[in-house]
T-cell receptor, first 107, second 116 residues
Framework: GESVGLHLPTLSVQEGDNSIINCAYS??????FIWYKQESGKGPQFIID?????DKRQGQRVTVLLNKTVKHLSLQIAATQPGDSAVYFC??????FGAGTRLTVKP | GAGVSQSPRYKVAKRGQDVALRCDPI?????LFWYQQALGQGPEFLTY????????KSGLPSDRFFAERPEGSVSTLKIQRTQQEDSAVYLC??????????????FGNGTRLTVT
């Protein structure tokens, strides 16, 4: 299949380690943030979201942190697995996507 | 259940040709979005429909781009007189609620357009 994100920032981790992917957003008025995972040849897949009235939200193996003061968002993946290898995008509301980070998990 | 379906999966067009890209959203979903994704970049918003109404077309790059959703379900993105810079993956996404309610999007796998 086609490759998405040939020139993206990359993060390489060992299987079982924790991963942290960061994202800076631009609009201080944004009130909804989403993390998506995109595998090669597929559309983005929802991982977790957070609204601006929260600063942390946890899912299964994933945690999103929101720092509105510095307009920063992070995605933490616990016990990273090879199946987590993909490009990860943050999005403000439903319209502005970040450039993405390619996560590679080494077995 | 069925997700968002896009067709064709791949499209090769000669410069100057018109193309039509189809999106079948999840049944009953109110919101439908189109995005353009260039290689190595995040999706860029093109246009938004709430049911059959096109409420936002601010992301369409030129008047060669036209989208419709006449019955509030299937949508078509049409590009007239294609140019090489139109080469990209075109993604469609739907959501059960209106945009103002902010909910996660369900994406199709996209149509990869190559203009030669």
């Amino acid at each position: 299949g086609e490759s998405v994100g040939l020139h993206l920032p990359t993060l390489s981790v060992q299987e079982g380690d924790n991963s942290i992917i960061n994202c800076a957003y631009s609009n201080s008025a944004s009130d909804y943030f989403i993390w998506y995972k995109q595998e090669s040849g597929k559309g983005p897949q929802f991982i977790i979201d957070i609204r601006s009235n929260m600063d942390k939200r946890q899912g299964q193996r994933v945690t999103v942190l929101l720092n509105k003061t510095v307009k920063h968002l992070s995605l933490q993946i616990a016990a990273t697995q090879p199946g987590d290898s993909a490009v990860y995008f943050c999005a403000e509301n439903q319209e502005r996507f970040g450039a993405g980070t390619r996560l590679t998990v080494k077995p | 259940g069925a997700g968002v379906s896009q067709s064709p999966r791949y499209k090769v067009a000669k410069r100057g040709q018109d193309v039509a890209l189809r999106c079948d959203p999840i049944s009953g979903h109110v919101s439908l979005f189109w995005y353009q994704q260039a290689l190595g970049q995040g999706p860029e918003f093109l246009t938004y429909f709430q049911n059959e109404a096109q409420l936002d077309k601010s992301g369409l790059p030129s008047d060669r781009f036209f989208a419709e959703r006449p019955e509030g379900s299937v949508s078509t993105l049409k590009i007239q007189r294609t140019q090489q810079e139109d080469s990209a993956v075109y993604l469609c996404a739907s959501s059960p609620r209106g945009r103002i309610n902010n909910s996660p999007l369900h994406f199709g796998n996209g149509t990869r357009l190559t203009v030669t």
